[in-house]
């Protein structure tokens, strides 16, 4: 089945902001976010519940899938950019207009948390979607120049195919080998999340694509085991693992590395790629989620075999 994807972002389009998972704190990272895309050249349109406040949560459920669910309804909405994560995206999954989506595809961009949005979007409606910087988070004044660019070149079509390169001369290491598949992932924590639930998406001869943040060794052992365990190693045509942040031991005498666990739980067999720039760090790639890409150890970076847009 082929995949969806929404039209390129044109200056002047419509884009809504909204919060499907914890609070921007301030809540004027929501105003500085509204004055970059703007800047841009961008009309902006905010979630009428995207101040709000519930515990842990940007207002409940209900407001933060109405939000979602009003944009996905409005066709002058072009792009659905989240302001932040956090916690609270799964609990949406079961109020989703998918069908309104795939009438009406639409660019749909964020990562950490919004890794549940995008996996289900995937698995309902073959969407192509963006694990990119976040409103509230990096679009700013000092935004990082290499995780800008690669951004508005993602969105706009301008990267077309192109590669998913590090920037900095920072290198990837990856196997003498060449292999290709779909790619999907983002935070392991919530790729693990979606697993036996109808919102994972199947891996089946996919690359996937890890991050995590803030979790000991022994966290992140426990999630790849629940990868391993589920067989999932043995479907995916390879792995990329991108930065692992803050995830090291408190007391490093008493845990295994990070690359001590990798080495132990990851199938020898499976073509592993590591420190591809992506995850929880200030500069960082654009990931577009559901498009054909491959590795090639002579090119020493990942080609993107299609465009995200159309």
């Not at 800047?39 to 940007?58: D, F, I, M, N, P």
């Not at 964020?110 to 995008?118: E, Y």
């Not at 979007?121 to 690669?150: Q, W, Y």
């Not at 969105?155 to 590669?163: C, E, H, N, Q």
Request: aromatic content about 8%; proline content about 5%.
């Amino acid at each position: 089945m082929d995949v969806v994807k929404a039209k390129r972002l044109r200056q002047g389009d419509l884009i809504g902001l909204i919060c499907p998972a914890s609070a921007p704190s301030p809540s004027e990272k929501i105003d500085r976010a509204v004055r970059y895309f703007e800047k841009r050249g961008y009309r902006v349109v905010l979630g009428e519940h995207a101040r709000a406040r519930h515990g842990y949560l940007a207002g409940t459920d209900a407001q933060r899938a109405s939000d979602l669910n009003n944009f996905i309804r409005k066709k002058e909405v072009r792009a659905i950019f989240s302001l932040r994560g956090g916690y609270g995206t799964p609990r949406l999954l079961p109020l989703i207009d998918y069908a309104a989506l795939r009438r009406d595809p639409k660019i749909i961009a964020g990562f950490s948390d919004i890794t549940a949005l995008q996996m289900a979007l995937f698995r309902k409606c073959r969407l192509v979607t963006f694990s990119s910087p976040m409103g509230a988070v990096d679009f700013h004044e000092k935004i990082d120049p290499f995780t800008e660019e690669n951004f508005w070149d993602a969105v706009t079509g301008k990267a077309g195919g192109g590669l998913l390169c590090n920037p900095n001369n920072i290198s990837l290491e990856m196997p003498q080998l060449k292999t290709s598949g779909r790619l999907l992932g983002g935070n392991l924590s919530l790729v693990v999340t979606l697993l036996a639930t109808p919102y994972s998406p199947n891996y089946k001869n996919a690359l996937l694509v890890l991050e995590e943040v803030d979790e000991a060794p022994y966290r992140v052992d426990r999630m790849l085991i629940q990868l391993r365990n589920g067989r999932l190693f043995k479907q995916i045509s390879g792995l990329i693992l991108g930065q692992f942040t803050r995830c090291q031991a408190k007391k490093e005498d008493e845990s295994l590395t990070l690359d001590e666990l990798l080495r132990e739980i990851l199938p020898k067999e499976l073509p592993v790629v590591r420190n591809l720039q992506y995850g929880h760090e200030p500069t960082k790639l654009t990931i577009p989620w559901g498009v054909r890409a491959e590795i090639d150890s002579r090119e020493q970076a990942i080609k993107l075999l299609e465009s995200a847009v159309s």
